[in-house]
């Protein structure tokens, strides 16, 4: 079994040994959980609720607003408390239903009921992956019916389902390899149902050789599922890396993976589509890793959605010491966080607490045209240039260098020997950039 890669990318202590051998820890709310109405792209949800209505587990609490978007539906029962902006992880306050959990979890009827799945249309597997809420689980939260309802089906090649799980000290994904191997399998075979000319790829790094000899075990008889190994290295998750190592086909930034006859989704997300599809099921919980050196004992929970990022912490054992930094999702493309008090939502993956901000402690100075930043760009860009134009806000120069090419995973900043915040100066210039298009 050969091990694929892609040109460019990093190796880095990865932190995973903190948290992948312990078995995943159910856990359930206490509190209130709160629901934001944006937990995917596109438009918000809108509340079908209000303020004193009772709700169940399972409920559809806000309904999508148009076919980019996604159902909210409540893990928990209990009674509507309010209807109004929370914090969520971005900083932004967002509108959201804030349920006042009764502690019953009792859910709504045919809950958990199972289908024959092979029995089911390509209407109905779609309608119910729809109505169950699921979006992209691997950070983009793209709705996932919309995905799996490309322009022409007889164009879809591959199904690829991204295993790579490449961020620093992410186990989530790996234990759910593990712990629901029949699960992804069975929603890979799902989606394959769709498309009926695509072969199922499962693209794991070689850091994972449990999950791989388990999961090539379950899929030796299935004639359209191969399991791909490819050599661990950051940022093997990207799509446009998986699509290239897993098929040979590229995509850009002006293109959808449908566009090079794929489609991928993340572990999760397959796994969702199994539940809700087989099992009746929506989405509703969330597999979290909560760790880092200054959380006493590193974890992945199997968590209700709505759930507060402080009930985590507490069942992580706290921390051991004040860290300096927090960061919702992986240390290279998360999201630092000033405020604990914010819900879990569709696409959290965990929970990282650092006894030192390591970021800070890095002194910058001036660019030595060193060539590292280059050398490691999985998109073959130079950006060592495009900070140049960045910082003269010359946003025709940097589109010009193929800017926008750049996904902002944050290898350049993490190599630069002079500390320069590449990436966070990128990400602003991008923005820009599409804030002027948007206008025009």
Avoid: W
């Amino acid at each position: 079994m050969g091990k694929a890669t892609f040109r460019g990318g990093i190796h880095m202590y990865d932190g995973k040994d903190l948290s992948k051998d312990k078995k995943t820890v159910a856990l359930r709310p206490k509190g209130d959980v709160v629901y934001p109405l944006s937990q995917h792209i596109g438009a918000p949800a809108k509340p079908i609720v209000e303020v004193g209505d009772k709700v169940l587990g399972g409920q559809r609490i806000a309904e999508a607003t148009g076919f980019v978007s996604a159902n909210v539906i409540s893990a928990v029962s209990g009674t509507v408390k309010a209807i109004e902006k929370r914090l969520t992880v971005s900083g932004a306050l967002c509108d959201s239903i804030v349920i006042e959990n009764d502690g019953e979890f009792t859910k709504i009827e045919g809950y958990g009921e199972k289908r024959d799945y092979t029995k089911l249309s390509k209407e109905e597997i779609r309608q119910y992956v729809k109505d169950a809420g699921i979006v992209g689980m691997g950070g983009a939260g793209f709705p996932t019916h919309v995905k799996l309802t490309p322009k022409n089906d007889d164009a879809i090649d591959y199904v690829i389902v991204n295993g790579a799980e490449c961020e620093p000290y992410l186990t989530s994904d790996y234990r759910m390899m593990l712990e629901e191997t029949e699960r992804l399998v069975g929603g890979l075979k799902i989606i394959l149902q769709l498309f009926d000319k695509a072969k199922g790829i499962i693209l794991i790094e070689d850091n994972k050789p449990d999950a791989i000899e388990k999961i090539s075990a379950l899929v030796k008889e299935e004639p359209r599922i191969t399991v791909k190994v490819a050599k661990t290295k950051y940022p093997q998750g990207a799509e446009r890396q998986i699509i290239n190592v897993a098929t040979g086909r590229k995509i850009n930034s002006s293109m959808l993976p449908a566009d090079a006859g794929c489609v991928v989704n993340n572990v999760d997300t397959v796994i969702s589509v199994y539940m809700a599809v087989a099992e009746s099921t929506p989405l509703v919980r969330r597999i979290i890793t909560v760790t880092g050196d200054a959380v006493a004992n590193p974890q992945n929970f199997s968590v209700c959605t709505g759930t507060s990022y402080l009930e985590l912490i507490e069942a992580a054992g706290g921390f051991t010491t004040e860290p300096e930094k927090v960061i919702s999702g992986g240390p290279m493309m998360g999201m630092a966080l000033f405020d604990l008090d914010i819900p879990v939502t569709k696409t959290s993956s965990a929970l990282l607490a650092f006894a030192k901000d390591e970021a800070v402690t890095l002194p910058t100075s001036p660019c030595i045209r060193c060539g590292r930043c280059v050398s490691v760009c999985p998109s073959r860009l130079v950006p060592q240039r495009m900070m140049e134009y960045a910082e003269s806000f010359d946003n025709e120069g940097f589109v010009g260098l193929d800017g926008m090419e750049c996904y902002e995973c944050g290898t350049c900043t993490y190599v630069c020997p002079a500390g320069r915040r590449l990436t966070q100066a990128f990400k602003q210039t991008r923005r820009s950039i599409l804030d002027e298009r948007r206008k025009k």
